[in-house]
């Protein structure tokens, strides 16, 4: 079989945190597949070029079969030219004391033009998660400035979240996270969201049934939802690693597909569960091989359930009307 052809993987913010985790990995196949080449294209600003030279130089000193180029930029329309699959990471991270929310007037216009460089120059087939915070509604506002690519191509990063309640749930039922499935974020990527654990399996039995429901309700919840916070209390830094662990699990569920199983993603609402049409918003996702994404719209919710669905909701209603000006 004769190689396959290069895909163009634009990563930004490549010289941050989160960067430098993400980077190795993709380099080293872990994401689009051990027999997949790619070209990297990295975007910083012009303040983090130097640093993102020594990442590059690292890169070459790893001699990645799989790389057969690197671009290094601070030009957006560079970064994204041609691009298949676009990590938008690079924006401020929080520090203590603040909501990922607070961060939508320092790093939501930054997603206004980098929505405009896509559009202006990705390939036909470009796939975008977008990482950087609040991510759904930057990912909102990146999509309301590439008006020629299909809305369903944009997703948001919630699979941080449907980690740590895999990780959590095994934690707590002597498992490992291989032995639980069927857990879903809804919502927000911030503490309105809502893992739902009304479909979960720990070793096949189900969650609701063997769980404490006090734990489940309160502990559990709370954790999932605030546990961006407690690494930045604890590490003085934001989760980093996991994060780009994360994307990593996103971006390849969305190229091999996930065998009709749902993730957690957040995807432009159709309106489903009464969520407002067009917010980006976590549902139970099956990423199909071809790339397509299916929500699942018949999942069962009782009314506390639609209540935090809801309020998610809500949250991100307010979010949209305080960027309105950049979507
Ligand atoms: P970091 O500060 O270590 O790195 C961010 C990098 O982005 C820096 O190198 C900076 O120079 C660069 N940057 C800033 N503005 C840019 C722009 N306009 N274009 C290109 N690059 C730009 O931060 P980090 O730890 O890597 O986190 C990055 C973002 O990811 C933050 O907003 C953080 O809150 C978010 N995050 C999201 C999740 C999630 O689950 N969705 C998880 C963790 C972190
Ligand atoms: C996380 O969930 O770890 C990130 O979104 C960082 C943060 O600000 O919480």
Redesign the pocket.
Known sequence: MSPKAPIRVAI??A?????YSLLWRIASGNCFGADQPIILQL???P??MD?LQGVVMELVDSAFPLVHDIVATDDAKVAFDGVNQAFL??????GPGMD?SD?VAA?GP?FVGQGQALNAVAADDVRIIV???P?NTNALIAQRNAPDIPAERFT??TR??HNRAIGQLALKGGATPADVEGVIVWGN?SNTMYPDVSKATVKGASVVDTFDADWLASEFHNTVATR?GAIIKARG????AS?AN?ALDHMRDWWTGTNGKPVSMAVPSKGWYDIPEGLMYSVPTICHADGTLEVITDWELDDAAKAKVKASADELLKEKAAVADLV
């Open positions: 930004t913010g010289a941050g945190n989160i960067g975007l910083e600003i303040q983090g640093r990471v690079g924006s401020r991270p929080r990922r961060l790093n930054i990482v950087g915070n991510c948001a990063m941080l979240d990527h961006g830094a934001s989760s980093a994060a994360a």
